[in-house]
C-alpha cells in the first residue's frame, strides 16, 4: 500500500475551517511537511512539525501530529478562496544516508463561497 | 535568488526522440531532485543526487538518466521518448545535513510539461 494516504478531495465554504488528513506508515519519519501546489505551479513548502512536536501553529494554520496512530492534520482557519490549492503531506526518514521524502498523492482543497 | 528554474515549461516530443529537460539551482543546496507528477498519482521520485559527482535512483528511474556535474545544475534526460512519460517533471533541490537536525526544506521549480505523441 501507499506509504502516505491521503483523502483525494474536501469542499468547504468560504471563512469555515479545513482539516486535510493524512496517514503514514514509517514509525521512523523524522519530519512530516505539508505542501501546497497551486495549479500550473512547483510545489511550496508551507510547513514541516519535527517527529518529537505534537502540535505547530504558524498564523492560520495548525499542525497536529498524533505519532501513535501515524496521523498528521493540517488545520487552515478562516479558510479563503486563495486557499483552494492541491496540498500534500510528505514524510522523510534518514535511509542509507540520505533523507528523502515520501510524498502523498494530495488532497484537492475546493473553497466555495 | 532565482531559486530553481526549469527549462524548458513545455514540450511535445515524437516516440523514440530524446530531450534533457535542464533544472538549476542558485541556493548552494546539495540535494537534489527529479519528480514526474501524473493525474492524481502525486509525486514519484526519479532520481536525486546528494552532491556533486553523486546520482541515485529512486522509484522510477527506467526510461531515464541524469548527470551533476555542478553543485547548480541537475540535468535529466530522455533517450527514447515513450508515451508513458508524457508527465509533468519537477526539479527540487534542498540543503541537508544528516545529524544536524537541519530539515529537509525543498524548494521547487515550476514544472516541465511533457507530452509524448
Known sequence: GEDVEQSLFLSVRE???????????????????????????GLQLLTYIFSNMDMK?????????????????????????????????AESMASGGSYIPTFGRGTSLIVHP | NAGVTQTPKFRILKIGQSMTLQCAQDMNHNYMYWYRQDPGMGLKLIYYSVGAGITDKGEVPNGYNV???????????????????????????????????VGETQYFGPGTRLLVL
Open chain 1, 15 to 41: 471563512g469555515d475551517s479545513s482539516v486535510i488528513n493524512c496517514t503514514y506508515t514509517d514509525s521512523s519519519s523524522t519530519y512530516l511537511y505539508w505542501y501546497k501546489q497551486e495549479p500550473g505551479a
Open chain 1, 57 to 89: 501553529q504558524d498564523q492560520r494554520l495548525t499542525v497536529l501530529l498524533n505519532k501513535k496512530d501515524k496521523h498528521l492534520s493540517l488545520r487552515i482557519a478562516d479558510t479563503q478562496t486563495g486557499d483552494s490549492a492541491i496540498y500534500f503531506c
Open chain 2, 67 to 101: 548527470s551533476r556535474s555542478t553543485t547548480e545544475d541537475f540535468p535529466l534526460r530522455l533517450e527514447l521518448a515513450a508515451p508513458s512519460q508524457t508527465s509533468v517533471y519537477f526539479c527540487a533541490s534542498s540543503y541537508s545535513v544528516l545529524g544536524s537536525g
